[in-house]
């Protein structure tokens, strides 16, 4: 199983939490989308100049419906400068974007991955890990003790 990372973001005035689970809430929504809700999920490790994924689902909180809206990935170094913007698109009718997508060769650090989805007031951010050291693969027919 992958380790990963997530952000919920809905109409709210409550405080961002730490940790894994980030609470990302939005303020000053047109009311048309005021009762909007999304996660966020990506890696919690990425490497360097390698291929990854991130995963964004938008619903209605009242009534867990899917929702169509657009989305921008950024990623984001952690004095908050943009360093690629990694995705321009949409959610579609089913409200699931599965978002792969290049790394950059970023030196080793603490990037953050930020949605911004229409309909947030703020957007959705997780931090995750930059990795320079190469994927090592061992294959073999007989078991790794």
């Not at 909180?61 to 984001?76: D, K, M, S």
């Not at 943009?82 to 650090?109: E, R």
């Amino acid at each position: 199983m992958t380790d990963c990372a997530f952000a919920f973001g809905r109409l709210s005035l409550l405080p961002r939490s730490a940790g894994l689970l980030a609470l990302v809430l939005a303020s000053g929504v047109a009311p048309a989308f005021a009762g909007d809700a999304a996660v966020l999920t990506v890696p919690k490790k990425l490497h360097a100049g390698g291929r990854s994924s991130a995963t964004v689902v938008t619903f209605d909180a009242a009534t867990r419906q899917p929702l169509a809206r657009p989305v921008v990935l950024e990623l984001v170094s952690a004095d908050g400068a943009t360093v690629a913007t990694l995705y321009n698109g949409a959610t579609g009718p089913s409200g699931h974007a599965l978002i792969p997508f290049d790394v950059p060769g970023l030196d080793s650090g603490a990037p953050i991955l930020r949605a911004r989805v229409a309909g947030l007031g703020n957007p959705l951010e997780v931090s995750s890990k930059v990795s320079r050291a190469p994927g090592i693969l061992i294959e073999t027919d007989k078991p790794i003790a």
